[in-house]
């Protein structure tokens, strides 16, 4: 037993009832689309963009308004700011691929007989269309998305899914390439595991695995607590 979040937790494999995974970012390689569309809404107020997806990485995250504030837009700019980033990423969000072996770990996943649960910051149908080319839905036996773009928090979310699929909450794991998502895993009790190559870099402190590519993540699923 590995006491990790404030619960104890069981290390043997079997106890991995679920996986719930993150998308923007997690599985969808789409920091590029992002980082593109923010520095033409950055361009247009004459604010200096991002150098390079690393200092994107380094400024992103949640809460969203923080974010902005952060690049320079705040106020009763805030919306209009971003309607136009969501806009943007709109049109080239087609045009991001999936991350390397996302597929061939969802498929490892479902081989251990574990279900897949997809959450995600962005409103269910855009997720829908966004998930539509790469033709995932048969992994997951639930697709959910937030309500509302301008607080992009999806931690209610994942805790009804969670009430609501009887798993407790030290056999669920979490992935996903955020603080906040691994805020919500911390407070909700269940594990995570930090993908690194999305939008946010992983913070130091190392209470979590961190992955460098979604290949790693079945070793750390059948190693058994992924803190391990």
Known sequence: ML????????TSTSTIDAVCWDWNGTLLDDVGVARAAM???LAGRGLPGFVDEAAYRRVFGFPI???YERVGISGADFVAAADEYLARFAIGVDTASLHPDALQTLEAV???GVEQVLISATPEAVLERQLAPHALTRHFSGVHGITDVYHA???QVVGSWLAASGHHPSRVVMVGDTNHDEEIAELLGVRFVR????HQDPPAHGRHPVIDGL???VPELTRGNPGD
Not at 3 to 10: A, K
């Open 3 to 10: 006491r990790q979040s404030g619960i104890m937790t069981d």
């Open 110 to 112: 479902d081989a251990l």
């Open 39 to 41: 520095d033409l809404v």
């Open 153 to 155: 928090s999806k931690e």
């Open 195 to 198: 993908f690194r190559n999305g």
């Open 65 to 67: 308004r923080d974010f």
């Open 215 to 217: 290949s790693e993540l």
